[in-house]
């Protein structure tokens, strides 16, 4: 079951992303209770933009659901 659960979460999440093949299979061995613990100020992504644009750090929402 948690494979499947890490699989659906990483399929939605590639869905507007690229996941590194790395990072894929460090995600593997989470679980739900490991998402629950995750410290949102810890985060971090990538964002690569086709045109040039300013982010405004303080001002940029990460929303993860499931």
């Given amino acids: 079951m948690?494979?499947?659960?890490?699989f659906v979460f990483c399929?939605?999440?590639?869905?507007c992303s690229?996941?590194?093949m790395?990072?894929?299979?460090?995600?593997t061995s989470?679980?739900?209770?490991?998402?629950l613990r995750l410290?949102?100020?810890e985060i971090r992504l990538r964002?690569?933009?086709v045109e040039p644009y300013q982010l405004?750090?303080?001002k940029v929402h990460l929303i993860l659901s499931f």
């Avoid at 948690?2 to 890490?6: F, Y």
């Avoid at 399929?11 to 869905?15: I, K, P, W």
């Avoid at 989470?30 to 998402?35: E, I, P, T």
């Fill in 22 to 27: 790395s990072s894929l299979i460090k995600l």
């Fill in 11 to 15: 399929f939605l999440l590639n869905a």
């Fill in 30 to 35: 989470l679980d739900s209770s490991d998402l």
């Fill in 56 to 58: 405004v750090a303080h």
């Fill in 18 to 20: 690229a996941i590194p």
């Fill in 47 to 49: 964002v690569s933009l």
């Fill in 2 to 6: 948690r494979l499947v659960a890490c």
């Fill in 39 to 41: 410290n949102p100020a």
